[in-house]
């Protein structure tokens, strides 16, 4: 009770967390600790343990609330760039790097061949943190002066799914540090990378849930078969960005 009677304090003194949601983890929690009274009153022997895993479920609870509601909301800017492939919006704060949205697709089914290399910011505030610095700097030189983008410095992230230790993390920095400019991985090697060679399921699960495409680039994970496989801009974007770095790589190497 008393450990139940912390946690929910700890809760409550997070800044900004909505009256619904308090009642919602103080449910929760309870129905965590009432799974267990039975069992410990009835068993001393896995008192400690039952306690424990309770403790342990409570405090990822008030983690995963302190990251959405807490005293550290960020600030959100938000920058427009006009690219080949159509208008790509980035989000971040003074952190860094929240998403890359592709919001527009000008590409058409048959968008195979190079595009304009332009890239320009078109909204956007006058002053942009450094993180928001960064990803445009990096995204203008992928599409225009790739051999630029392995010497520019990469962008923090501040996204959720960063900050929790979990497979999706592991395959996205796993692909990010392994799979580079015109180089192509399948779903099932991939998963051999990140340390797990039968979720190959996983790592396509992994790959829907990049906030950062292009800069991780999940464009690059195909099928075993060699088919391009799917992607949250659409096939035929990813294919467009898969020529795109494979042309690049091929006017690099005369």
């Avoid at 192509?184 to 790592?203: E, M, P, T, W």
Wanted: charged share 20%.
């Amino acid at each position: 009770q008393i450990a139940y009677e912390e946690e929910l304090s700890a809760l409550a003194a997070a800044a900004a967390v909505p009256t619904c949601v308090r009642g919602v983890l103080r449910l929760r929690l309870w129905r965590c600790l009432r799974g267990v009274l039975v069992v410990v009153f009835l068993n001393p022997f896995c008192r400690a343990a039952k306690l424990l895993r309770v403790l342990n479920m409570a405090s990822r609870l008030h983690q995963k609330v302190a990251l959405k509601y807490g005293k550290t909301q960020c600030k959100k800017m938000h920058v427009m760039l006009n690219s080949p492939v159509g208008r790509i919006e980035i989000s971040g704060c003074e952190t860094g790097v929240h998403e890359i949205q592709l919001k527009e697709n000008v590409l058409s089914q048959n968008s195979t061949k190079e595009a304009s290399v332009t890239c320009e910011v078109c909204e956007g505030p006058e002053e942009m943190t450094e993180p928001l610095k960064q990803c445009t700097a990096w995204l203008q030189a992928y599409f225009c002066e790739p051999w630029m983008t392995e010497k520019l410095p990469m962008p923090p992230f501040h996204h959720p799914v960063f900050e929790q230790d979990s497979f999706t993390r592991q395959v996205l920095w796993t692909l990010l540090r392994d799979v580079k400019f015109g180089e192509a991985v399948s779903y099932k090697q991939l998963a051999d990378l990140a340390g797990n060679s039968k979720a190959a399921r996983a790592v396509g699960g992994a790959m829907r849930s990049n906030p950062v495409p292009i800069i991780i680039p999940c464009h690059r994970v195909i099928c075993s078969s060699g088919q391009t496989g799917n992607y949250g801009g659409g096939t035929h974007l990813k294919q467009w960005l898969l020529s795109h770095e494979k042309l690049q790589k091929e006017k690099l190497a005369y």
